[in-house]
């Protein structure tokens, strides 16, 4: 039996769209798009990020070291921020609000250090509370299994009591392959709606 929701942040809950990110720039060079496309989100230096290695400040440096001096005003916002006016994936906050009266909730989320800053800024945040699982709080990523074997253990979980939803089909298999449930979220909440239900999950209408 299910007992426990466990969700993906970017993508699923929140809009994390690196294309999106680098056109709101307002920059209109292709060539220009693709260099900071490449050389922020692209990069090594983003999974150091997430993984809790480097911190804003160090990839930023990094960054601008690769990149023409013309693009480095564009860096900072790039980085730090991208999340800034707090987008969220239409209908999710909608769903997460009734799954949390019949289930605990959990994040887990590839994410860097400053997720610490901006999380709570989300309303959506308020149905977690502490049970967040930060990548580079621990310096794991998905999808690697320990990474789900050290939030399992963290918050005293049993797997065959989760079900985990994420966008990436490969984080979704190394949960299963850890014994978690999982679902592929493909951007449409009414979609995972029904894959919920096919896992026998309860979600509360309001009356």
């Known amino acids: 039996m299910i007992k426990n929701i466990l969700f993906d942040m970017g993508g699923v ?8 990110f680098v ?17 922020i989100y692209g990069s090594t230096d983003w999974v150091e990020l997430d993984r809790g290695i480097i911190d804003d400040p160090i990839m930023i440096r990094r960054a601008e070291e690769r990149l023409d001096p013309r693009l480095h005003p564009y860096i900072h916002e790039l980085v730090s921020g991208w999340s800034s006016t707090h987008d969220e994936i239409p209908g999710m906050y909608e769903l997460v609000e009734q799954l949390s009266r019949n289930y605990d909730l959990y994040l887990l989320t590839n994410a860097s250090l400053r997720h610490h800053t901006y999380w709570p800024e989300y309303r959506v945040s308020a149905f977690f509370g502490e049970n967040v699982f ?11 299994q320990e990474y789900f074997r050290r939030a399992l253990s963290t918050f005293g979980l049993k797997p065959e009591e989760c079900l985990f939803i994420d966008d990436s089909p ?12 999982a679902v592929v979220f493909y951007g449409d909440a009414g979609r995972l709606r029904k894959d919920l239900q096919k896992h026998h999950i309860s979600i509360e209408q309001q009356g």
């Not at 930060?134 to 690697?144: G, I, N, R, T, V």
């Not at 490969?170 to 449930?181: D, L, Y």
């Open 13 to 20: 809950l929140v809009r994390f769209d690196p294309d999106h």
């Open 23 to 39: 056109r709101r720039t307002g920059i209109t060079d292709p060539d220009d798009r693709l260099q900071l496309r490449r050389e």
């Open 134 to 144: 930060l990548s580079a709080d621990y310096q794991l990523l998905k999808p690697d």
């Open 170 to 181: 490969a984080n979704a298999e190394s949960a299963m392959r850890t014994g978690i449930h």
